[in-house]
């Protein structure tokens, strides 16, 4: 019968393989009861060994802190900007888009071309999109108003959510600071994951742009499933079994 450090070690070499186990595979594996592995999962968290979470654990620790928006413009620079090159790809003649808030979708913001594009409209909660976009002449810019939240550039409250509910959009380009396969997708502020939601009920086509580093995080506030949303553009970090994961709850996943 496999001893306790044996089991211990096949947990982290399954951890380092997959960056990820659940508590059903390794009864399975091992041949023991749920009640033993979550005691050697407890065991192994306290040495700091792995993090545990719903049902199993994670490499990564999955919950996300809420950095300034200067700080995380300088984290996966070379992702964002792929993420944003394709997402800029997706905008057509005679849209009317909402941009939510983030370094990732400020990256889309960079590489917005309103030429070929006519009568584009853009309707964004974030200072520095507007700021971006504001030097072209072609593009017609909405600012949403409301609360400043300094983290992010960008404003939330229930004025900017009122001020929604007159518009129907094409598309919605929504960053997020966590994308749990349980849970869902998720922001460090609650105020904003209810500003993301009116964005996605107003919104023919919801897209998020997502770095990699994103996948396995949880945020505090869940703005959304993945029933809710039509598209994900990320980049050659996410796992095969997260990709196959959202393919099968019929969401698009373009890698760049």
């Not at 949403?144 to 959510?161: I, K």
């Not at 703005?223 to 809710?228: A, M, Q, R, V």
Request: hydrophobic content about 40%; glycine content about 8%.
């Amino acid at each position: 019968m496999i001893n306790i450090t044996e089991r211990h070690q096949h947990i982290i070499n399954k951890l380092q393989q997959k960056g990820q186990v659940t508590v059903l595979d390794l009864c399975d594996e091992l041949s023991v009861s749920s009640v033993t592995i979550r005691k050697d999962l407890k065991l192994l968290e306290d040495k700091g060994l792995l993090f545990r979470t719903h049902g199993g654990a994670t490499q990564n620790n999955p919950y996300t802190i809420d950095r300034p928006v200067n700080e995380k413009e300088h984290m996966q620079i070379n992702e964002k900007h792929r993420i944003g090159v394709a997402a800029a790809k997706l905008i057509e003649a005679n849209d009317s888009i909402l941009i939510a808030s983030g370094t990732t979708v400020m990256s889309l913001a960079k590489n917005i071309q309103p030429v070929p594009l006519k009568n584009l409209t853009v309707i964004t909660a974030a200072l520095n999109v507007a700021l971006e976009l504001i030097r072209h002449p072609e593009i017609e810019i909405m600012q949403l108003g409301g609360l400043l939240r300094r983290s992010s550039s960008s404003v939330t409250g229930p004025y900017a959510e009122s001020v929604l509910s007159d518009f129907s959009c094409s598309k919605l380009f929504l960053g997020v600071d966590g994308i749990d396969l349980e849970f869902g997708l998720t922001t460090t502020n609650v105020m904003e994951a209810h500003l993301n939601r009116q964005m996605i009920n107003i919104s023919q086509k919801t897209i998020v742009l997502a770095d990699s580093s994103k996948f396995g995080k949880r945020g505090f506030g869940r703005i959304c499933g993945f029933e809710d949303i039509d598209q994900i553009i990320t980049d050659k970090g996410i796992s095969d079994h997260t990709y196959k994961a959202l393919q099968g709850m019929g969401v698009k996943v373009t890698i760049v």
